[in-house]
């Protein structure tokens, strides 16, 4: 039977197009994207999930705030959504840059993982990249890398699912090290959700 994945973007949706490959070519297992939501409504990831024929759902903050509404009106009922529309076994944020509040997380603990570029323990939050460059170049780092871990209410501490160390090599630029950085996050997120799919973890 098709287990259902849920993914959650805001931006551009390149790794949301690495999980589409994927699954075309059968490397997310019984794994299958039934929908693709956004926080923002140009994201030029909805547009591929579109031309994929995925399903789209847009729900944005502003309108929370708009009406009167919180954050965690926002997670509570956009959790609500899709587990009423879908009952997900897995829900991938892939670019999703909206820190989701335990409404959101305590749902679906257990079945929510994330993509960061940066270690464990490393550079936590936004602007990982940037911070690891500016790093490299004052001589304080030499690598950094990628995880895919699963989510809880702390932002990027949750086990980790899968890491790669990325070095960091003398005469690159902050694009050259993103670009390194992206073709990691397109390898090793497919990966890291067939191994969800397959209970292949230790969760100890």
Known sequence: ????????????????????????????????????????????GLTRAAEASIPTHVRTLKEYKDAGKTREDFDRELAEYIEESQHPDLIVLAGWMHILSPAFVDRFRGKIINLHPALPGELDGAHAIDRAYSEFKAGERTKTGVMV???????????????????????????????????VEHQILPKAVKLVLEDSLDLN
């Not at 690495?18 to 939501?37: H, K, N, P, Y």
């Not at 702390?154 to 073709?183: A, F, M, W, Y």
Request: proline letters at 4%; aromatic letters at 2%; hydrophobic letters at 40%.
């Open 1 to 44: 039977m098709a287990k259902k994945i849920v993914v959650l973007i805001s931006g551009s949706g390149s790794n949301l197009q690495a999980l589409m490959d994927a699954e075309r070519q059968g490397q997310l297992g019984s794994g299958t994207i039934t929908l693709v939501v956004s926080n923002k409504k140009g994201a030029y």
């Open 149 to 183: 871990h699963f989510v809880i209410p702390e932002v990027d501490k949750g086990k980790p699912i899968l890491t790669q160390d990325i070095p960091c090599l003398e005469g690159d630029s902050l694009e050259d090290l993103e670009n390194r950085i992206h073709v």
